[in-house]
């Protein structure tokens, strides 16, 4: 943006304007934290690698986003984007558009061959992940850097987890999954695919495990008892997403009723309207207000021409039909039954119910406490058995590759401590105890409107002809112009408003990370630069005594 201010004193016009003692507060330059930052779950830096992106130094923005994450082109396709939730821009105008921006990054590197860093100096340290998921990807790669050999052991025979047999390939193409995966692995990371442990206290024994970071996603489908004919089909929604992934093509019908109201159901009713459905028909217990489902999953299966049918419930199956029960919201939100029925033809039912870990490894290790179908974890994300780690799916917790990918890295950081004996401390983003920098903060009015890029989608009546990929990205002119509308909240960005501004010269230009700091022989307190600093970086502190 254009500096605002451009006339300004000569610096020194008055050496004799010294403060006295009569200043009762003086500016400070703060380091705030950006609201993208406190609500990214993966623990990115995000308005540091959009700075970067600002001028085009496109690799600097990617090198600054994968010493968080390593996935920025899986993320800019999957993640829902808490940050852009949380970006003050949507205030003025409309959120910056940070994950079209991540995936232009992501794409880059992928077309570049840019490399990750090389791994640190080694610890003589060895570090057991089991599964090779998100999480455990993420952790492998974070424990790397830090020099400790790793170790992963994936049950299934494809790296990936979720992301690979999850999510349907219209919105995470394989060969992005792959590109970024395979980087990853360069970093002289042993990878043990079909490697199922059984018993996770003699793997530790026998491989002689410094430590160990459980990984292990969900993939056990809940089921539901539903009275059933011997012809009615029912199928598990994790089972159909990964035959269709792996190329299958399942045979479902023509009418395809889903189970359940989250983003599974969304992805495997969409992905039934790719493999021949007619009729892709949601039933849900609750209201599409209360449906766990993110909105744009639910938007772009409704465009896609999924029907949806709130506050119903399945309570008999047989060939071709099933009966469904009305439901109303009691007092409290919850759905109770009506006692009044209704029948839906369709030729087969999938159950997206949610989904459960296999823990059975866990049984032979002792001190580790299990609540509510997840692993109890300390701060550190320890379990009650020294040295054995738990994140994503397994523990308490939003289950989703963000999520995952932030754990991998978060326990990494842990377990690093733990194996050098450095005492625990909360490590992660920073943010513990502060609060993010709030809109009323800024000057909106130095910053020019811009409305938010939008990215390329496929037209609604050629998606469900095939799995090609729905959301497109953003070429190199536009992700530059989503990267400058962000306002830098609460970190100097070197507008030069304080420097024009102080009537007294006190503000002076120096090199370091602000780029400005204030001569308080010379600052009489007026308030004037923190008023008229866009972005918030200057905040009025007491006078020192």
């Not at 340290?125 to 455990?136: D, F, S, T």
């Not at 399942?250 to 309207?273: F, I, S």
Request: proline fraction near 5%; aromatic fraction near 6%; charged fraction near 20%.
């Amino acid at each position: 943006m254009d500096k605002p201010f451009a006339i300004t004193l000569d610096i020194r016009s008055s050496l004799a304007n010294h403060t006295g003692t009569w200043r009762s507060e003086r500016p400070v330059y703060i380091d705030g934290l950006p609201p993208c930052n406190h609500a990214c779950p993966a623990g990115e830096q995000v308005q540091g690698w959009l700075y970067a992106a600002e001028d085009g130094s496109y690799e600097t923005a990617w090198r600054r986003l994968v010493a968080d994450n390593p996935f920025p082109a899986v993320m800019g396709r999957v993640c829902y984007h808490p940050c852009e939730t949380a970006c003050n821009r949507a205030q003025v105008d409309t959120a910056v558009g940070i994950n079209s921006v991540e995936r232009y990054l992501g794409d880059e590197a992928i077309r570049q061959g840019w490399a990750l860093p090389a791994p640190g100096v080694p610890s003589g340290k060895r570090v057991l992940i089991v599964g090779a998921g998100p999480a455990g990807l993420s952790a492998a790669y974070h424990l790397r850097l830090r020099g400790h050999a790793v170790e992963i052991h994936e049950a299934g025979a494809q790296t990936g987890g979720m992301m690979r047999f999850g999510i349907p390939t219209f919105r995470l193409p394989r060969e992005i999954l792959d590109a970024e995966i395979d980087r990853l692995l360069a970093l002289d990371i042993t990878l043990k695919l079909n490697a199922r442990i059984t018993d996770l206290h003699a793997t530790m024994r026998h491989g002689r495990f410094d430590a160990v970071f459980l990984a292990i996603g969900a993939q056990l489908g809940h089921r539901a008892y539903i009275p059933a004919g011997q012809a009615a089909r029912i199928l598990d929604a994790l089972s159909v997403l990964g035959d269709a992934a792996a190329g299958g093509r399942p045979q479902l019908g023509r009418t395809v009723v889903v189970y359940g109201g989250g983003n599974t159901a969304m992805d495997v009713a969409r992905t039934a309207r790719r493999l021949g459905a007619d009729d892709a028909i949601v039933v849900y217990r609750r209201t599409q207000a209360q449906m766990p489902a993110n909105a744009i999953e639910l938007q772009e299966a409704v465009e896609e021409g999924v029907q949806l049918r709130w506050l119903r419930t399945i309570t008999a199956v047989d060939d071709g039909t099933m009966t469904l029960e009305k439901m109303v919201l009691d007092e409290h939100g919850n759905p109770e039954p009506t006692g009044e029925y209704e029948h839906l033809a369709g030729d087969a039912v999938i159950l997206a119910l949610g989904q459960d870990v296999d823990r059975s490894m866990l049984d032979t290790v002792p001190d580790i406490q299990i609540a509510d179908g997840v692993v109890q974890v300390d701060a550190a994300m320890m379990t009650g058995h020294p040295g054995v780690f738990a994140g994503g799916d397994l523990v308490p917790s939003a289950r989703s590759v963000t999520s995952g990918i932030g754990h991998g890295r978060t326990a990494a950081e842990h377990i690093d401590r733990w194996l050098r004996h450095i005492a625990a401390e909360t490590v992660g983003v920073g943010t513990a105890g502060r609060e993010p920098v709030a809109f009323g903060a800024l000057n909106t009015w130095y910053y020019s409107d811009a409305p938010h890029a939008i990215r390329p989608r496929l037209d609604a009546a050629r998606r469900t002809a095939d799995f090609s990929e729905v959301v497109g990205g953003l070429d190199g002119d536009t992700a530059l112009y989503e990267a400058r509308r962000c306002m830098s909240c609460g970190n100097c960005f070197g507008c030069d408003n304080c420097f024009g501004v102080c009537p007294d010269n006190a503000v002076l230009k120096i090199d370091g990370a602000n780029g400005y700091a204030i001569d308080y022989d010379y600052c009489k307190g007026c308030g004037l630069c923190a008023a008229e600093c866009p972005c918030g970086a200057i905040t009025m502190e007491p006078e020192q005594n």
